[in-house]
C-alpha cells in the first residue's frame, strides 16, 4: 500500500489478487496527508480484502474443525502434543536455542535432554507448558497475563527479568524499540485497541494485528517473539481458527514482514496461513 501524490492531491493505492487476477484500487485523501493516515489505511487494507479471502479463511475454519470432531480423544491428545513440540522447537529456534526438533520431542514426551545448554532444555520444557496454558486459557488476554507467561518462560534461567518490563533501551537489529520510559504507556494503548476490536475484526487479522504492535512495543529485556507468538496461539485457539506455526526455515520472510508497516504483516500474515492449511480451501 502506497501514498500517491497526482496534481496535488493525495491517494491511497493498494494492488491485491482477485480471483485470480491483479487488482489496483485508489481511495482519494485530499490535498493534504489526514492525520489518522494509519487508521485509513486499516479501513482501506480492510475494503480491499474481498469476500474471496474471508469465504477462504471460513473454508480452513469450518473444514479443521469437521477434521477435528473425527478424531478419537485418545487422537486429539497426539496430535496437541505434536503440534506443542513443533509450535515450541519452531519458536525456540527462531530465538537462537540449540534444541533440534527431535530433541524437543524427547524432553516434551520423554522427558529425556540431550547434551546441550541446560537453558535451552529449560525454556523448552517450560515453553510446552505455558503453550498449553495459553491455549485453555479462560481470562481475556490483558498485560498481566503477559507478565505471568513471561515469568513461567524464563523464572528458571533468567529471573533478573522473568516476568517484567525492560527499564533500559533494547535494539533489535536496525530497529530501535520504543524508550522503557514509554511501555506502560503503549501497553495500556495495545490492549485498549484489543479491547476494542477484540469482538469485530475478523480473527486473523486481530491475531495479525496484536502480534505486530506488540513486537513493536518489544516490552521485555527478552523474549518477546516467544511472547508474541503465543498472543497469536491464544487468539486464534479462542476464535476457533486452526493456529498458525511461524517455522524457523521461514523466518526471514517473518522478519521482513515485521520490518514493514503494519498492514504489510497482515497481508503476509494472511498468505502465510492460505499456504499453511491450503488443503482445508
Known amino acids: 500500500m502506497n501514498i500517491i501524490k497526482r496534481s496535488n492531491y493525495y491517494y491511497l493505492g493498494h494492488s491485491f489478487k482477485k480471483k485470480g487476477e491483479t487488482v489496483y484500487r485508489e481511495r482519494y485523501l485530499g490535498k493534504k496527508i489526514p492525520r ?26 469450518s473444514n479443521h474443525q469437521k477434521e477435528w470432531k473425527q478424531y478419537p480423544e485418545s487422537i486429539k491428545k497426539k496430535a496437541l502434543l505434536d503440534l506443542a513440540i513443533d509450535f515450541t522447537y519452531n519458536t525456540n529456534a527462531i530465538e537462537g536455542s540449540t534444541i533440534t526438533l527431535d530433541e524437543t520431542e524427547d524432553i516434551i514426551k520423554r522427558k529425556m535432554g540431550p547434551n546441550k545448554p541446560l537453558d535451552d532444555i529449560e525454556e523448552t520444557k517450560n515453553h510446552s507448558k505455558v503453550f498449553f496454558k495459553a491455549l ?19 523464572s528458571e534461567t533468567k529471573p533478573d527479568i522473568a516476568g517484567r518490563l525492560r527499564d533500559y533501551l533494547v535494539r533489535v537489529g536496525s530497529y530501535r524499540a520504543p524508550d522503557w520510559q514509554d511501555i506502560n ?16 475484526m475478523h480473527a486473523i487479522e486481530l491475531a495479525a494485528r ?10 521485555f529485556g527478552d523474549g518477546n517473539g516467544r511472547i508474541g507468538r503465543l498472543i497469536i496461539a491464544y487468539i486464534l485457539k479462542k476464535k476457533k481458527y486452526p493456529l498458525l506455526i511461524i517455522e524457523y526455515k521461514k523466518r526471514k520472510s517473518y522478519y521482513h514482514a515485521l520490518s514493514k508497516e503494519e498492514n504489510g504483516f ?11 492449511y491450503k488443503r482445508y480451501i
Not at 136 to 154: A, G
Not at 185 to 200: G, Q, S, V
Not at 266 to 276: A, E, K, N, P, T
Open 36 to 61: 489518522n493516515i494509519d487508521e485509513l489505511k486499516e479501513t482501506f487494507l480492510r475494503d480491499c480484502l474481498n469476500e474471496e479471502v474471508f469465504i477462504k479463511l471460513r473454508k480452513i475454519k
Open 210 to 219: 496484536t502480534h505486530y504492535k506488540f513486537e513493536k512495543i518489544h516490552p
Open 266 to 276: 497482515l497481508m503476509y500474515f494472511i498468505r502465510r496461513y492460505f499456504s499453511y
Open 136 to 154: 485453555n486459557e479462560k481470562k481475556e488476554l490483558s498485560s498481566s497475563l503477559l507478565l505471568q507467561w513471561h515469568k513461567e518462560l524464563f
Open 185 to 200: 504507556a503503549l501497553i495500556k494503548d495495545l490492549f485498549e485497541w484489543y479491547k476494542k476490536n477484540r469482538k469485530t
